[in-house]
Nanobody
Framework: QVQLVESGGGLVQAGGSLRLSCAVS????????MGWFRQAPGNEREFVAA????????YYAESVKGRFTVSREYAKNTVYLQMNSLKPEDTAVYYC?????????????????????WGQGTQVTVSS
């Protein structure tokens, strides 16, 4: 079992930046594929970014490509989502997720059912 705790959310003006963190605890001897998802009010949860357990493969949703960067720091068992040039439409609750994806691809990395463990979420609000 692994526990995920997100932090770093908050209120920021459009054009600003935030860095979200996802601390992984529990069975950290297993390397997990990590994903970031978000859910805005009235919308379904959607994929934002993903990083392979090795850190060498990353995927992004088209809506955030070039603005968001996902990274991981193994020594701290933490995954980050650096968000720059934020827009009001980025307002959502952001969730991190962990899984072991057998066939890693742009398609599989964005599938929620590929991830077994989820954090509680952190709110990001971007004002115009």
């Amino acid at each position: 079992q692994v526990q995920l705790v997100e932090s770093g959310g908050g209120l920021v003006q459009a054009g600003g930046s935030l860095r979200l963190s996802c601390a992984v605890s529990g069975r950290t001897n297993i390397m997990y594929d990590m994903g970031w998802f978000r859910q805005a009010p009235g919308n379904e949860r959607e994929f934002v970014a993903a990083v392979r357990w090795s850190g060498g493969i990353k995927y992004y949703a088209e809506s955030v490509k070039g603005r968001f960067t996902v990274s991981r720091e193994y020594a701290k068992n933490t995954v980050y989502l650096q968000m720059n040039s934020l827009k009001p439409e980025d307002t959502a609750v952001y969730y991190c997720a962990a899984g072991n994806i057998v066939y890693y691809s742009p398609a599989s990395s964005r599938e929620e059912n590929e991830y077994d463990n989820w954090g509680q979420g952190t709110q990001v609000t971007v004002s115009s």
